[in-house]
């Protein structure tokens, strides 16, 4: 049961595009989510985060959305630059359990 | 270093064998985490630490996976009688709990495993 899912396996931008990545959970409960950066043969870089408290966190270029309502949440990075291009994991936790579920994550490529 | 550190950073085995895989979370991170990423999958939650008692077992794969921390720093994964699905990339993270709410957890850069 996938609790975080990710449905793009993949996407390509061009260089200056905005890059949106996108995530749906399917547990009410979850209470904060987590976007991760990952490089290859590299661990997993911490991004941005939001709590279920917001619906918009903004850090630079990069912005996440959250829609509890549809169980969304979105990561966007504008503009795109070719050192983004990396896989991009969204997770989610329970407010007193501190594991985090994670998606499967979209690879993102921005062209230059 | 200042980030979390695993080694090795590659092993290769074979089928039948016990491996150990060994984490030095950041300095004063209290909690520790193990994940496993099989190839195309996510990250799969093993097992967390928070000191040296690990309140959450619950991703241990079989009784096959063990792990242990010691002076709430370093901790260890082990894996006896390995079988060919145990291949992945093991990661441990650590993140500070207790302190501010909601710490992001660090990872380091994962051990590849692979039995043959």
């Known amino acids: 049961d996938q609790q975080v899912k990710q449905n793009s396996p993949s996407l390509s931008v061009q260089e200056g595009r905005i890059s949106i990545l996108n995530c749906d959970y399917t547990n009410s409960m979850f209470d904060y989510f987590l976007w991760y950066k990952k490089y290859p043969a590299e661990g997993p870089t911490f991004l941005i985060s939001i709590s279920s408290i917001k619906d918009k966190n903004e850090d630079g270029r990069f912005t996440v959305f959250l829609n509890k309502s549809a169980k969304h949440l979105s990561l966007h990075i504008v503009p795109s630059q070719p050192g983004d291009s990396a896989v991009y994991f969204c997770a989610a936790s329970l407010s007193g359990t501190y594991k985090y579920i994670f998606g499967t994550g979209t690879r993102l490529k921005v062209l230059a | 270093g200042a980030g979390v550190s695993q080694s090795p950073s590659n092993k290769v085995t074979e089928k039948g064998k016990d491996v150990e895989l060994r984490c030095d979370p950041i300095?004063?991170?209290?909690?520790l985490y193990w994940y496993r990423q099989s190839l195309g999958q996510g990250l799969e939650f093993l097992i967390y630490f928070q000191g040296n008692s690990a309140p959450d077992k619950s991703g241990l794969p079989s009784d096959r996976f063990s792990a242990e921390r010691t002076g709430g720093s370093v901790s260890t994964l082990t894996i006896q009688r390995t079988q060919q699905e145990d291949s992945a990339v093991y990661l441990c993270?650590?993140?500070?709990?207790?302190?501010?709410?909601?710490?992001?957890?660090?990872f380091g850069d994962g051990t590849r495993l692979s039995i043959l």
């Open positions: 993270a650590s993140s500070l709990v207790g302190v501010i709410p909601h710490q992001p957890q660090h």
């Open positions: 300095s004063g991170h209290t909690a």
